[in-house]
C-alpha cells in the first residue's frame, strides 16, 4: 500500500481489513445502517463497545495489516526544507499476508481506514500481489480454519466508535467455539498503544498477557525503539530543543510511516470446544483531557483434517 498526506499533517492510526460476511450480522450492516448495528461489549468500566468481539451471530474485521501514516509526507515536504533531508514522495507499505489467504478466497470486502484526519486527510493506493509456486513446484492445498476473535480499532471512529479503553478496569474477554477436526492452533495478535502526551500508553512501555481458560499463554511488552530510521518520511515532525524529532521517539510498537508486525502465539494443546480468551493491559490514567486506548486484534488460525 502506498500513502501520503493530502493535507493532514500528523500520525494516524491505519488498517486494512476484510470484513466476514459468514454471520447474520457483520461490520457492514453498521457501514450501511449505522453503528448501532453492532453488537455490544459491557465493560467493567460502564463502557459500551461497539463491535470488538466475536458473538455467535458476529465477526469482527479481520485485520490484514496495521500502518502508521507519517507526518504529513510529500504535502509538506516543500514547507520543511531541511539541508541534507531529501523527503520521500509517499509511504510504501508491504507486509506477506499469506498465512491469511484461505479467507480471501472468492469475493471479499476490503477495506482501508485511516484514523480522525485534518482537512485534506490523505490518499492511499491498495494492491494485492500474488505469486504462483516456483517453476515445477507442486502446490498442495492446505485447509485452515481462520476466525477473527477481537478487534478494538475503531474503524468507525467518525461514527462515534468507542476507543480501545476497556483495559482500564478489566481485560477483554471473548468465548470462541472451536470446531471439530480443527487442531495446531495459533493466535495472530496485533498491538498498539496510543496517548500521545509524555504519559500517555504511546510513550510509556505495557505489558501486554494473553490468558486462555484463565492461564496465561503469552506475555511481552510490545515496543520500537528504531523509530528514528524513518525520519526522511516525516517532513512535518516537531523538533525539540535536544535536537530529537518527534518521529524519532519510541513507542507502543508503532512508529510513524511503519507497518507493525504480528506476533503468532502458538496453542498446540487447545482442543475443539468453547474456549474464553483474555487480553489484559495495565491503561494508563487519563490526563486532562488526553486519554490511552490500545488497539489490539486476533485471528485464531488452525489446520482442518
Known sequence: MAQHSN??????????????????????????????ALPLYSARNGKKYQGVTATDNYLPPLELMRFFTSFGVNHFNAQAKIKGYNWADSVVYKQDISTLLPRLQGEVWIGVFIGNYDKGGHKASLYFKYYPGY??????????????AFNTTNLMEMSGQEYGTMFDQDSLTVTVDIPQGVKNLKLRYLTTGHGGWGGGDEFVPKQNEIFVDGKRVYHFIPWREDCATYRFLNPASGNFGNGLSSSDLSRSNWCPGTITLPVEVPLPDLKPGKHTFQ???????PEGGSFSAWNVSGTLIGDKE
Open 135 to 148: 517453476e515445477g513446484e507442486s502446490q498442495k492445498e492446505e485447509k485452515k480454519w481462520i476466525m477473527p
Open 7 to 36: 493535507g493532514d499533517a500528523y500520525d494516524r492510526t491505519g488498517s486494512v481489513f476484510m470484513i466476514p460476511t459468514d454471520k447474520s450480522v457483520s461490520y457492514l450492516d453498521a457501514l450501511q445502517n449505522g453503528i448501532q
Open 279 to 285: 487480553v489484559a493491559i495495565p491503561l494508563g490514567k
